[in-house]
């Protein structure tokens, strides 16, 4: 199982930029899909970016173009950018990762099912 931490986030104005942070324990030994979801309240915890351990990225229709998932490959960390923020964005974002022996496949996407998860982190954009 994999430890996951989130930091960043915070609030902004409409248009603003923040970045998130996810520090990931034993990743350096699997391959990997990992990803970034959201969930605001009353709604179902939505898939908003996936990168794995080729380097292929999805995004949600709703982020394309705003926001950009990438990785540090020297520690680990993952990242989400997210640049032209819109109120609708506002959300708790939780990290997630599903790692893998090397060599396997799994079909990685922003949606997907992933087996570990970070506590989640609060992200506020104001109109």
């Known amino acids: 199982q994999v430890q996951l931490e989130e930091s960043g986030g915070g609030s902004v104005q409409s248009g603003g930029s923040l970045s998130l942070s996810c520090s990931a324990s034993e990743i350096a030994h699997y391959s990997f899909c990992m990803g970034w979801y959201r969930q605001t309240p009353g709604k179902e915890r939505e898939g908003v970016a996936s990168?794995?351990?080729?380097?292929?990225?999805d995004y949600a229709e709703s982020v394309k173009g705003r926001f950009t998932i990438s990785q540090d490959n020297a520690n680990g960390t993952l990242y989400l950018q997210m640049d032209r923020l819109k109120p609708e964005d506002t959300a708790i974002y939780y990290c997630a990762a599903h790692l893998y022996d090397k060599g396997g496949y799994v079909d990685c996407s922003a949606n997907y099912d992933y087996s570990d998860w970070g506590q989640g982190i609060q992200v506020t954009v104001s109109s």
């Open positions: 990168l794995d351990d080729r380097g292929v990225t």
